[in-house]
């Protein structure tokens, strides 16, 4: 059995596929799930109705330079790919393992945070946007393949969980 222990290093990439940051870290978009609530004869639950709230993501970068600038366009898309090492450790032989994590996001200028300027010192800038679409994929192993997780794409109606549609028996009578 393997065991998850954590990430070992990630990079932040553009659609060009372009290096674009190496920073400390990322923080992931939440998903939140939209809830209809029932009363019912036994009392309140609140059952999913397959759409999210909104999601955002803060991309921090060490300097604002041409690519950090690059992800506020207010005209289209920005994609954006983190590229991650997760360790395992094998419990049986204690012998470590990795493999990759990619997220891909296609979101929209929110704001910008500049940082601030400090001799000899990184400026802490910023990018918040919001994500219309988030793919995350992992790879078990080296030699392995990736594997879609989870794909959201709010513009088009995809909701996917481990290759499965959520919304299968919605769409099929739309």
Do not use: W
């Not at 513009?155 to 481990?162: A, C, E, R």
């Amino acid at each position: 059995m393997y065991i998850p222990s954590q990430i070992m290093d990630f990079r932040l990439y553009n659609a060009d596929e372009r290096l674009i940051g190496t920073g400390e870290e990322v923080k992931m978009p939440t998903i939140t799930n939209i809830a209809a609530s029932l009363d019912l004869p036994g009392g309140k639950i609140d059952i999913p109705s397959m759409r999210t709230e909104n999601m955002e993501m803060d991309v921090p970068f060490m300097v604002f330079d041409k690519e950090a600038g690059g992800t506020m366009s207010l005209t289209k898309t920005n994609t954006l790919i983190i590229r991650a090492s997760k360790q395992k450790v094998n419990s049986s032989s204690h012998n470590f393992i990795h493999g990759g994590i990619k997220v891909t996001t296609k979101g929209y200028f929110k704001e910008c945070e500049l940082g601030t300027l400090k001799r000899s010192d990184k400026m802490d800038s910023n990018i918040k946007q919001t994500i219309a679409y988030i793919k995350i994929e992992v790879a078990e192993t080296p030699t392995s393949g990736y594997e879609t997780v989870l794909e959201i794409d709010k513009l088009n109606g995809v909701y996917k969980i481990n290759g499965e549609d959520m919304r299968e028996g919605i769409d099929q009578f739309l």
